[in-house]
């Protein structure tokens, strides 16, 4: 028997199904994965939880006497937390794209000073002749003096730095969100 005549023997054959005791013995051997649950069943009763109590302080008013809404204060408080750290997040990922955007600073339509980072989401803006400004694009609700002063729209920041006018050109437009349509923003500023 030659090779031509071998390979058409073989594609003529048909090998038998493996038995149901070959299989079985065959998936016994090698350990089992199982699928790790993402939303694990204590953290679901403690949602399923907050949703019925969120549910009763709605019904019965929120009357300041009523002794649910002593309850509600601490959810409230830890729901307005994490809005905050979120909006805080994202402002801080803005000033981020705003810094890798090449930032040309004009004060009244002449050139100035890039601005200069103190922390991740706040900047200085140094206004010739009235001084430093902070600027943010996070609401600053725990940060005192901080007002809303302009916007932030694709690729220019613009606001009012006292009596002048500040307005930070990008080369290219900044995000809310990598990906998505760009949106006006609130600028918050505080003199420094």
Known sequence: MNDSQLDQLLDTWEAPAPSAALRAGLRDRFPRTERRRRFVPRLRWLVTAAAIYATLALATGQT????????????????????????????????????????????????????????AGIWTIEVPGDGAYFVMLSHPRGLEGFTEAGRLKDNVLEFQAGSHHVRIVCNRPVNRTQGSASTELPVYVKRF
Request: hydrophobic fraction near 45%; charge should be negative.
């Open 64 to 119: 300041s006497d009523s002794p649910l809404d002593r309850l509600w204060v601490p959810f409230e408080r830890l729901y307005n937390a994490i809005v905050e750290v979120i909006e805080i997040r994202q402002g801080t990922a803005l000033m981020i794209q705003i810094a890798n955007a090449d930032p040309q600073v004009f004060v009244d339509n002449v050139p100035a000073p890039p601005p200069q980072s103190i922390h």
